[in-house]
């Protein structure tokens, strides 16, 4: 299932969302597994949050509310 970016409307699939962007970060890849097991509240924490700005994702709500993507100009 596909979620678009409020953006600039780049779809974006919902299983790469939640399981294989954090590892587009600058994350140790072992810091990036622990990730992938906390509530979703701590997965968009401010520390992560600044962690995917970084690499151009911006949320809302939730981890497949996306309001700025790394397509957006």
Same mark, same amino acid.
């Given at each position: 299932? !596909?979620?678009?970016?409020?953006?600039?409307?780049? %779809? &974006? !699939?919902?299983?790469?969302?939640?399981?294989?962007? *954090?590892? @587009?970060?600058?994350?140790? %890849?072992? @810091?990036?597994?622990? &990730?992938?097991?906390?509530?979703?509240? @701590?997965?968009?924490?401010?520390?992560?949050?600044?962690?995917?700005?970084?690499?151009?994702?911006?949320?809302?709500?939730? *981890?497949?509310?996306?309001?700025?993507?790394?397509?957006?100009?």
């Amino acid at each position: 299932m !596909d979620v678009h970016c409020s953006s600039c409307s780049e %779809p &974006w !699939d919902v299983y790469h969302l939640r399981y294989a962007a *954090i590892f @587009e970060t600058e994350l140790h %890849p072992q @810091e990036a597994e622990k &990730w992938q097991s906390l509530s979703p509240s @701590e997965r968009l924490s401010s520390y992560y949050r600044e962690v995917f700005k970084k690499c151009g994702y911006e949320f809302v709500a939730s *981890i497949v509310n996306v309001v700025r993507c790394p397509f957006c100009p």
